[in-house]
């Protein structure tokens, strides 16, 4: 068989590809891999006309000094004792705006398959073989995009200044404390012209809020409607005796008093 598919990806870049086992395994097209297994192995169902075989097996791809690919493939039917051998060879060649790659080979199959009509067979083996090539070449040219997209590195990111670093609640507050002085020497703000607030309070207002750390703001009670309600308090017993001994002591005293008043007056 021979098959031709163009793929709009520089020869290099699909080379590279090509190299990679796990991009290949991506680029075969329903192709369910095997947990431990390596890169290209797995389950694949193959359509031919109205009928579908699944087939379970494994395959390889070499590079060659002259610049060729082989691919070698085994697989056997998963509900049935077809097989299918497969021996490919890849030549690429660079032409205006991508790579031509011309597929060239033999594949030997026993089993259900081979009781279906051979054009059929064809036509689903030269599907599958663009299918797969023209993923390759999507994957190389992300790959290849990736680099520009992602050209800012994390270590490039400046770093904002700790909350925790009492020089910078500092430098922050000289800062905030010049840029009040400065809007206080202009004038009243516009914004607090239809407010109703004096512009006095609104920026002693502002400077206490930007003069508070984090740490302040973060822990801060909450205020109005959402604070807290306090527990109620409730009295002891041995709050109320503490009363009631004066007190009983007060009343006998008083009338220890007035009984000897009555006697003199008598």
Do not use: C
């Not at 590079?63 to 082989?70: K, P, Q, S, V």
């Not at 073989?129 to 800012?152: D, I």
């Not at 990111?157 to 700790?162: D, F, L, Q, Y």
């Not at 607090?192 to 002693?204: C, L, Q, R, S, W």
């Amino acid at each position: 068989m021979e098959h031709q598919v163009f793929v709009p990806v520089p020869a290099d870049r699909l080379a590279m590809a090509l190299a990679d086992p796990a991009r290949v395994a991506r680029a075969v097209p329903g192709l369910q891999q095997d947990a431990g297994a390596p890169p290209v192995a797995g389950r694949l169902k193959l359509r031919v006309g109205g009928h579908s075989v699944t087939y379970r097996g494994t395959a390889r791809v070499r590079a060659h000094e002259d610049g060729t690919y082989t691919v070698e493939g085994d697989a056997t039917e998963a509900r049935g004792t077809g097989t299918v051998k497969l021996a490919l060879t890849l030549r690429l060649a660079g032409t205006e705006g991508g790579t031509a790659v011309t597929v060239e080979g033999t594949a030997d199959a026993s089993g259900r398959i081979a009781e279906l009509p051979a054009e059929a067979v064809s036509s689903a083996a030269a599907r599958l073989l663009t299918r797969f090539l023209e993923g390759l070449g999507e994957g190389a040219q992300e790959r290849e995009e990736e680099p520009e997209a992602g050209h800012t590195s994390v270590f490039d990111a400046e770093i904002p200044p700790s909350s925790l670093d009492p020089g910078a609640d500092d430098e922050d507050g000289d800062e905030d404390g010049e840029e009040d002085a400065a809007e206080d020497a202009e004038g009243p703000a516009d914004d607090f012209a239809d407010t109703g607030v004096p512009p006095a309070e609104a920026a002693h207002a502002r400077r206490t809020m930007i003069g508070r750390s984090a740490e302040e703001v973060d822990h801060a009670p909450p205020r109005g409607r959402y604070a807290p309600v306090p527990a109620p308090q409730t009295v002891s017993a041995n709050q109320a005796l503490k009363w009631a001994a004066p007190a009983a002591a007060l009343a006998v005293a008083s009338a220890i008093v007035v009984g000897r008043a009555l006697r003199k007056r008598r």
